[in-house]
């Protein structure tokens, strides 16, 4: 199982980032997938998840609203739109699979927002 993240960056407050995680290893078309982060000095916390259809989603209160998760089962992808970024929405972002009892996890994108 391989997940790799990227489209992290530097971005101003209420600016937009999107975010990737393209799978492998695995059906990813079968499977929930769900985006984490992580604050520093924090614990890591769950953001956002989707079926494996695409059709249901769920987000943490702090990101209702603004943020929104996808999935292109074709290309083994699912992504994070992340909009009217704050500066509390700094930190690593990592996608999760988890598959068979166990939480699969990518290296994560660094999402830093900052005037």
């Known amino acids: 199982v391989q997940l790799v993240e990227s489209g992290g960056g530097l971005v101003q407050p209420g600016g937009s980032l999107k975010l990737s995680c393209t799978a492998s290893?695995?059906?990813?078309?079968?499977?929930?997938m769900k985006w984490y982060r992580q604050a520093p000095g924090k614990e890591r916390e769950w953001v956002a998840v989707?079926?494996?259809?695409?059709?249901?989603?769920n987000y943490a209160a702090s990101v209702k609203g603004r943020f929104t998760i996808s999935r292109d089962n074709a290309k083994n992808t699912v992504y994070l739109q992340m909009n009217s970024l704050k500066p509390e929405d700094t930190g690593m972002y990592y996608c999760?699979?988890?598959?068979?009892?166990?939480?699969?996890w990518g290296q994560g994108t660094q999402v830093t927002v900052s005037s």
């Open positions: 989707i079926d494996s259809a695409g059709g249901i989603t």
């Open positions: 290893g695995f059906t990813f078309s079968t499977y929930v």
């Open positions: 999760s699979a988890p598959l068979w009892g166990t939480n699969y």
